[in-house]
């Protein structure tokens, strides 16, 4: 399946397109840049801050999220992630393992650009978990 991603680098550059291949138990993928006809471009996990699956690339820069948590998840944990970079996202995290480079977190406002993040831990300042 193809995935329309945005790849933010701990180095802050930005890189749009496309990957078949993410794997989160894999240390690379390669992704297609937006623009076509480009050549696919490797991409080290431990090099990235996340990878944000998008609706389109464009976005809004002028929407700004909610910031409150919906009533129950079931099987997710409701949390505030904040990078070292100063952005913060509220959103849900599956309960899985803590284990592995990162984690998906879903937005809390479904109205988002971004459908999920996959969230390197290693680019993360802190995360608080809210009852």
């Known amino acids: ?10 180095d802050g550059r930005i890189h749009k397109g496309v990957t078949q ?7 690379e993928f390669y992704l297609l840049p937006a623009e076509g006809g480009g050549i696919p471009m490797k991409i080290v996990l431990e090099d990235m801050k996340a990878m944000f699956y998008v ?3 464009m ?16 099987s997710s944990r409701k949390v505030i992630i904040r990078f070292h970079d100063g952005e913060e ?3 849900t995290k599956e309960n899985v393992s803590d284990e592995g480079p990162g984690f ?6 479904r109205e988002d650009n971004n ?12 995360m608080e978990i809210v009852d």
């Open 89 to 91: 996202l509220w959103g």
């Open 1 to 10: 399946m193809e995935n329309k991603v945005v790849v933010h680098l701990k």
């Open 21 to 27: 291949d993410f794997d989160p138990s894999q240390a």
């Open 55 to 57: 609706r389109d690339y």
């Open 59 to 74: 976005g809004n820069r002028h929407f700004t999220a909610s910031r409150r948590h919906p009533g129950e998840v079931e």
């Open 104 to 109: 998906f977190f879903y937005p809390t406002d």
């Open 115 to 126: 459908i999920r993040i996959f969230v390197i831990r290693s680019s993360l300042s802190g």
